[in-house]
């Protein structure tokens, strides 16, 4: 089993930056792919950013150069430094993990981008 809790989210104007984090707790040995996805009102919940196995982050293509994941300095936690905002990055963010072929969610944290 595997926990997350994520943080960070709120109200931003446009053009502003925010910073998500994600600790995950219970069985991190396991963890082999740990990231963000989104879920706007009326859309699919869709990738934004993420570590895998192999090693360096993927990026959904509307967000490149303009988000960043990190990771901290133990495994079990992730960052999503956001700049550069814009009203469609409003969403609820999702902080995932697989672990042994099991999908893990966090609660999901708000981000509202709007003047």
């Known amino acids: 089993q595997v926990q997350l809790v994520e943080s960070g989210g709120g109200l931003v104007q446009p053009g502003g930056s925010l910073r998500l984090s994600c600790a995950a707790s219970g069985s991190i040995f396991s963890i082999n792919v740990m990231g963000w996805y989104r879920q706007a009102p009326g859309k699919q919940r869709e990738l934004v950013a993420r570590f895998t196995s192999g090693g360096g982050p993927n990026y959904a293509d509307s967000v490149k150069d303009r988000f960043t994941i990190s990771r901290g300095n133990v495994k079990n936690i992730v960052y999503l430094q956001m700049n550069s905002l814009k009203p469609e990055d409003t969403a609820v963010y999702y902080c995932?993990?697989?672990?042994?072929?099991?999908?893990?969610w966090g609660q999901g944290t708000q981000v509202t981008v709007s003047s």
């Open positions: 995932h993990t697989l672990s042994l072929g099991i999908d893990y």
